[in-house]
Structures are given as structure tokens and as C-alpha cells.
């Protein structure tokens, strides 16, 4: 977990730990808009996901892009 918060990819603002976290918010929402039948472009899911991607990136430049 310590590599993983402090890594990066190449290319990437976020680091390994904030990837794989974002990917976990994505699938478990995904699953649960799949479940209501509320896959549309725009729905509250998606809304959420972008804004956990900003506040991410956001919190990423406040650091300094520290690796």
C-alpha cells in the first residue's frame, strides 16, 4: 500500500492508490446504476464519479504533484 500511494504511471497526475481507489468508486457504482436501470448519460452516479475525479485532482495539485 505504501508503493501504491506514493507511485505513479507514466503520464499520470494520480498516483497508484488514487487510481485503483477511483476504479473501485467507478465499478461500485456502475454495479449499483446497472442494478437500478439507471445507465443514462448524466444520471446522479455519473455525477458523483466526476465529482470524485475533480476533488482527486484537485487534491493532488494542492500537494504539489509531491511524489
Do not use: N
Not at 506514493?6 to 487510481?19: D, N
Request: proline share 3%; charged share 35%; glycine share 12%.
Amino acid at each position: 500500500m505504501g508503493f501504491a500511494g506514493l507511485a505513479r504511471r507514466p503520464g499520470s497526475e494520480l498516483s497508484l492508490l488514487m487510481e485503483l481507489q477511483l476504479g473501485w468508486e467507478e465499478l461500485r457504482y456502475r454495479r449499483l446504476s446497472l442494478r437500478r436501470g439507471a445507465r443514462r448519460a448524466g444520471s446522479p452516479d455519473e455525477e458523483y464519479l466526476r465529482q470524485l475525479t475533480e476533488q482527486a485532482e484537485a487534491e493532488q495539485a494542492e500537494s504539489g504533484g509531491k511524489s
